[in-house]
Antibody
Framework: EVQLLESGGGLVQPGGSLRLSCATS????????MSWVRQAPGKGLEWVAG????????YYADSVKGRFTISRDNSKNTLDLQMNSLRADDTAIYYC?????????????WGQGTLVTVSS | DIVMTQSPDSLAVSLGERATINCKSS????????????LAWYQQKSGQPPKLIIY???TRDSGVPDRFSGSGSGTDFTLTISSLQAEDVAVYYC?????????FGQGTKLEIK
């Protein structure tokens, strides 16, 4: 079964760091583009970061550029998001999302999400 | 960045009636080399992650009921539910994947009248 399962969310103080992970199964991770998309409480969807399937090219939203790093471990079938210098407005559910192909595709599979709360 | 604007923000429709949601992009998402519109629609039910329902503006994802249809091209798109069912209550988002950053509409909340 094709599946995504996020972990690593929690409560962190402003200025702190957190590392999210997305365990993938049922498909070959290196063949697909992957992204992180977040949703602040009661708000809409915001794409955060992504990487291509076939090469290490990464992309970031301006709101997280320089603070967040997306990476992938093909041997472990995991997608990670390292989040540094966290701010209150980073509070959200973070979803891992799989592209339909290498990159220029829609998100055909989403995980259940992991909640990140940035607060003192 | 491409700005995606949905209308209306919320919509109440009677069971069995048609529901129509519009999405407008600030620039064309039609890729001329393959004549494809890089536009998707997602359904998000309360407490759940988003679910893909339409891609390439008009292709239904596997398992999506045929009462859902997508139309439009260039900058103007529509999601239509031909006969609203109770299980269709959700927030619907359009999204462009034409370029980076990927952007979503603000969402349209669909309820039963």
């Amino acid at each position: 079964e094709v599946q995504l399962l996020e972990s690593g969310g929690g409560l962190v103080q402003p200025g702190g760091s957190l590392r999210l992970s997305c365990a993938t199964s049922g498909f070959t991770l290196k063949n697909y583009g992957m992204s992180w998309v977040r949703q602040a409480p009661g708000k809409g969807l915001e794409w955060v970061a992504g990487l291509r399937g076939s090469d290490p090219t990464t992309y970031y939203a301006d709101s997280v550029k320089g603070r967040f790093t997306i990476s992938r471990d093909n041997s472990k079938n995991t997608l990670d998001l390292q989040m540094n210098s966290l701010r209150a407005d980073d509070t959200a559910i973070y979803y891992c999302a799989k592209a339909g192909a290498e990159w220029e595709h829609y998100f055909d599979l989403w995980g259940q999400g992991t909640l990140v709360t940035v607060s003192s | 960045d491409i700005v995606m604007t949905q209308s209306p923000d919320s919509l109440a429709v009677s069971l069995g009636e048609r529901a129509t949601i519009n999405c407008k992009s600030s620039q064309s998402v039609l890729y001329s080399s393959n004549n494809r519109d890089y536009l998707a629609w997602y359904q998000q039910k309360s407490g759940q992650p988003p679910k893909l329902i339409i891609y390439w503006a008009s292709t239904r994802d596997s398992g999506v009921p045929d009462r859902f249809s997508g139309s439009g091209s260039g900058t103007d798109f529509t999601l239509t539910i031909s006969s609203l069912q109770a299980e269709d209550v959700a927030v619907y988002y359009c999204q462009q994947y034409y370029n980076n950053p990927r952007t979503f509409g603000q969402g349209t909340k669909l309820e039963i009248k």
